[in-house]
């Protein structure tokens, strides 16, 4: 079964205090990552799409890095405004998923950065 | 407008009503989606539409009961709900149900049934 975990739940960090967020998956075989930013109240708004291991991306202080079981957002010298509940998910290469769009969602990481 | 729309943002009905969630994409996409988001679960997904086709019902019940009339509008009908049924319905759009599938959501409705 497609399966998408990411940790720690909740990460509470100084701001300045650079980290990392774990999306761990397991998939048949992977067609696309992607990494979600979630404000309380709002819908989910897209940061990035990884489709291969090793493959990387930036924006601001957030890089997304990929390998074949996981995937990490790290956060460089985070600020108050990055503070968000972070979704992970992934698109699997089955048939049904590949014809429909289907996204499997982890549980989030709430991210507090402190001034 | 721009991006993706949800109305109404709240919601809040009795068991017995019978209401309708509206969502428009102004982003000439061709793929929308309805997801549910229930507090400490994972987003799930409901009913995925590609080209006003229904390509995905993902064993939702009956009670909700999804219509696509043109690629830029979706909308979710909703009846004799169950207080389980209380979240946030989240709407999103691609440029295709498949291969590039960035999803662009909108705001989400909150609903509570009572």
């Known amino acids: 079964e497609d399966q998408v975990t990411q940790s720690p739940e909740a990460l509470r960090l100084q701001e300045g205090e650079s980290s990392s967020l774990n999306c761990s998956y397991t998939?048949?075989?992977?067609?696309?990552l992607f990494w979600y930013r979630q404000d309380p109240g709002k819908g989910p708004e897209f940061l990035f799409t990884l489709y291969s291991a090793g493959e990387e991306k930036e924006k601001e202080r957030l890089k997304a890095t990929l390998t074949k079981k996981e995937s990490f957002l790290h956060i460089t010298a985070p600020k108050p405004e990055d503070s968000a509940t972070y979704l992970c998910a992934v698109q699997a290469l089955s048939v049904g998923s590949s014809n429909t769009g289907k996204l499997i969602f982890g549980q989030g990481t709430t991210l507090q950065v402190k001034p | 407008e721009t991006g993706v729309t949800q109305t109404p943002r709240h919601l809040v009905m009795g068991m017995t009503n019978k209401k309708s969630l509206k969502c428009e994409q102004h982003?000439?996409?061709?793929?929308m989606y309805w997801y549910k988001q229930s507090a400490k679960k994972p987003l799930e997904l409901m009913f995925v539409y590609s080209l006003e086709e229904r390509v995905e019902n993902n064993s939702v019940p009956s009670r909700f009961s999804p219509e696509c009339p043109n690629s830029s509008h979706l909308f979710l009908h909703l009846h004799t709900l169950q207080p389980e049924d209380s979240a946030l319905y989240l709407c999103a759009s691609s440029q295709e149900a498949g291969r590039r599938n960035e999803q662009y959501f909108g705001p989400g409705t909150r609903l509570t049934v009572t």
């Open positions: 982003l000439g996409h061709n793929a």
């Open positions: 998939v048949s075989g992977l067609r696309g």
